[in-house]
């Protein structure tokens, strides 16, 4: 039976969780190169991509697996940003070789680029909705409060 999206390990971490000690057995990154730009992406989706990671680094939510997701996120809104500039160029409406009046093929791929940066932006954390969600902050792993602070097992 579906339930609610899973959420990652990183955000419990990052919002002090009770759950991530249950979790353990999740594979482990290293992200020592996880923020080198894919070199297929185009230059506007370059440009996102500098903007971006820096952000998802900074809120900790940013590992070498991650890398392929914000890579299409990047290049969905490269995609937009293509298909809206040439759309105000040729407008929304376009005659054919007959002399139709046609919508512009540009709309769908336009339609069909925010949507899949949309998906990508509720995925990633970056919308306010999701970003309310999650309250990424840093948490130290070695924090001398945590033997404190955490539950305690007593058998």
Same mark, same amino acid.
């Given at each position: 039976m579906p339930g609610p999206q899973r959420t990652a390990t990183a955000e419990l971490k990052a919002r002090g969780s009770r759950y991530v000690r249950q979790r353990d057995?999740?594979?482990?990154? %290293? %992200?020592s190169r996880g923020d080198m730009c894919p070199g297929w992406l185009t230059s506007e989706a370059r440009v996102e991509w500098d903007r971006i990671v820096p952000i998802l680094l900074a809120a900790g939510v940013f590992t070498v697996a991650d890398r392929?997701? *914000?890579?299409?996120?990047?290049?969905? =809104?490269? %995609?937009?940003?293509?298909?809206? *500039?040439?759309? +105000?160029?040729? !407008? +929304?409406? *376009?005659? +054919? @070789? @007959? !002399?139709? $009046?046609? /919508?512009?093929? =540009?709309?769908?791929?336009? /339609? %069909?680029? $925010?949507?899949?940066m949309l998906r990508y932006i509720q995925e990633l954390g970056l919308s306010p909705a999701s970003r309310s969600k999650v309250q990424a902050r840093s948490v130290e792993k070695n924090d001398p409060t945590e033997k404190f602070l955490s539950p305690r097992i007593v058998s």
């Open positions: 057995n999740e594979p482990q990154y %290293d %992200d392929s997701v *914000v890579a299409a996120y990047c290049q969905s =809104l490269a %995609d937009y940003q293509v298909a809206t *500039v040439a759309l +105000t160029a040729e !407008g +929304t409406i *376009v005659e +054919t @070789k @007959k !002399g139709e $009046r046609r /919508r512009n093929p =540009l709309t769908t791929v336009q /339609r %069909d680029a $925010r949507t899949a």
